[in-house]
């Protein structure tokens, strides 16, 4: 069992930066993928960014160019860097692991940008 607490959600303008971490119980250096995703009320959770054991990233099309994944593995955490933020980037923000075959998620962290 691996449990994931995100942080680092908040109140931004439009413009500004956040940096999301999610933190977890146990070594990630094994997981295969380590994702963020981002859902608004009413529809669907969405990929935002993917990194990869070999530390490959993929990201979605509407945050290409202003988003960052990255891992620690020494501190079992993954950011999300967020920069040049938009309204339409307000959701709330899940953190998702997949180890050994076996997805597991974060309980979700609020952004919301102001205009």
């Known amino acids: 069992q691996v449990q994931l607490v995100e942080s680092g959600g908040g109140l931004v303008q439009a413009g500004g930066s956040l940096r999301l971490s999610c933190a977890a119980s146990r070594s990630i250096s094994s997981a295969d993928y380590m994702e963020w995703y981002r859902q608004t009320p009413g529809k669907q959770r969405d990929l935002v960014a993917r990194i990869l054991s070999d530390d490959g990233t993929i990201y979605a099309d509407s945050v290409k160019g202003r988003f960052t994944i990255s891992r620690d593995n020494a501190k079992n955490t993954v950011y999300l860097q967020m920069n040049s933020l938009k309204p339409e980037d307000t959701a709330v923000y899940y953190c998702?692991?997949?180890?050994?075959?076996?997805?597991?998620w974060g309980q979700g962290t609020q952004v919301t940008v102001s205009s």
């Open positions: 998702r692991a997949g180890i050994f075959g076996t997805n597991y």
